[in-house]
């Protein structure tokens, strides 16, 4: 069984530019969910994708947008960068269904805005 | 608002010695699931123990136990046998059960611990 992969690992932008962040859900799980965490923060929610459709959104502008693809896995996007988005992104992924319960996590993308 | 709460920023403690890590939260939801995970310096979030609501019994995960006080909005961790491979964030979250909802977690601050030999 494959957990879920985030890629990459690692990305430096400027300010102003886009940015696209990959997620492979674990097998088996139909459900995809994007958090930000700065440093020494907990994780925040972004939004989360089903059926590749958004299913609920945090608090955060027009300008992250995602897409969910048939194959579970997920990509988020953002525009215009700013310092303020240099965090860790971690990505989740989960089985939408009766007594499912836990989030499989991702080992994140650690994305650094200059 | 629904909200975490971790109010211990850092906690020590000896190899082998139990640790409890505190956690409340408030929401007006009748239904909810409480979580905490693990976050090693790599930054990978790792569950650790799940508690519903509803659930009357205190969850149990091998050396992690869930201490839920329903009346009290508490949902302590609780470690025992502490090894120094628990040193990490631990992160207290809720999620809340919307009928027909989405499936986002709520998190707090979290608690960094270190384990001594």
């Known amino acids: 069984e494959t957990g879920v992969t985030q890629s990459p690992t690692h990305l430096i932008k400027t300010r102003g530019q886009q940015v696209t962040l990959r997620c492979s859900s674990q097998s088996g799980h139909n459900t995809v969910s994007w958090y930000q965490q700065a440093l020494g923060q907990g994780p925040q929610f972004i939004f989360q994708y089903y059926r590749e459709e958004e299913n609920g959104r945090g608090n955060f502008p027009p300008r992250f947008s995602g897409l969910q693809f048939p194959n579970y896995s997920s990509e988020l996007n953002v525009n215009a960068l700013e310092l303020d988005d240099s965090a860790l992104y971690l990505c989740?992924?989960?089985?939408?269904?009766?007594?499912?319960?836990?989030?499989?996590f991702g080992p994140g993308t650690r994305l650094t805005v200059l | 608002a629904q909200k975490i709460t971790q109010t211990q920023p850092g906690m020590f403690v000896q190899e082998k010695e139990a640790v409890t890590l505190d956690c409340t939260y408030d929401t007006s939801d009748q239904s909810y699931g409480l979580f905490w995970y693990k976050q090693p310096s790599s930054g990978e979030m790792i569950f650790l123990i799940y508690q519903g609501s509803y659930d009357e019994q205190n969850a149990t995960e091998g050396r992690y136990s869930l201490n839920f006080q329903k009346a009290r909005k508490s949902a302590n961790l609780v470690i025992s046998a502490s090894q120094l491979g628990d040193s990490a964030m631990y992160f207290c979250?809720?999620?809340?059960?919307?009928?027909?909802?989405?499936?986002?977690?709520?998190f707090g601050a979290g608690t960094r611990l270190a384990v001594h030999p």
């Open positions: 979250a809720m999620r809340p059960m919307f009928s027909g909802g989405y499936n986002k977690l709520i």
């Open positions: 989740a992924s989960s089985f939408r269904g009766e007594g499912q319960h836990e989030q499989f």
